[in-house]
C-alpha cells in the first residue's frame, strides 16, 4: 500500500504559476512510477505528465509541454508539477498517481486559472 497526499492548488489568474506536490507514505517511494492526472467538470479523468523511478524519464500530454514540468525527490518521498503559463482550461481537480502492480491514488487538489 502507498498512501499519497497532495497539496499547492489554489485559484491563479492566467499566465500565473503554481507548484503541486505529492507526498507518499508506505512502501518504497523509489519503486514507483508517478504520475499527474486531472479532471475537469463534466470530463473524463486524462494523463497529464508521468516520471519513471529514477527520474530519467518524463512524459507530457501534448496539451501541457513546455508549460509543465514533472520531477521527483525520492528522498522526500514527494513528486512535484510545476505548472507555468497556466490556461483557463488547466482549470482541474488534479490527482497524484503511483503505479507498480496496481494504481494508486490521491485525493486530489483544485487548481482554478481564472481568465
Known amino acids: 500500500q502507498v498512501q499519497l497526499v497532495e497539496s499547492g492548488g489554489g485559484l491563479v489568474q492566467a499566465g500565473g504559476s503554481l507548484r503541486l506536490s505529492c507526498a507518499a507514505s508506505?512502501?518504497?517511494?523509489?519503486?514507483?512510477?508517478m504520475g499527474w492526472f486531472r479532471q475537469a467538470p463534466g470530463k473524463e479523468r486524462e494523463f497529464v505528465a508521468a516520471?519513471?523511478?529514477?527520474?530519467?524519464?518524463?512524459y507530457y500530454a501534448d496539451s501541457v509541454k513546455g508549460r509543465f514540468t514533472i520531477s521527483r525527490d525520492n528522498a522526500r518521498n514527494t513528486v512535484y508539477l510545476q505548472m507555468n503559463s497556466l490556461k483557463p482550461e488547466d482549470t482541474a481537480v488534479y490527482y497524484c498517481?503511483?503505479?507498480?502492480?496496481?494504481?494508486?491514488w490521491g485525493q486530489g487538489t483544485q487548481v482554478t486559472v481564472s481568465s
Open positions: 498517481n503511483a503505479q507498480l502492480s496496481r494504481n494508486y
Open positions: 508506505g512502501r518504497t517511494f523509489s519503486n514507483y512510477r
Open positions: 516520471i519513471n523511478r529514477s527520474g530519467g524519464s518524463l
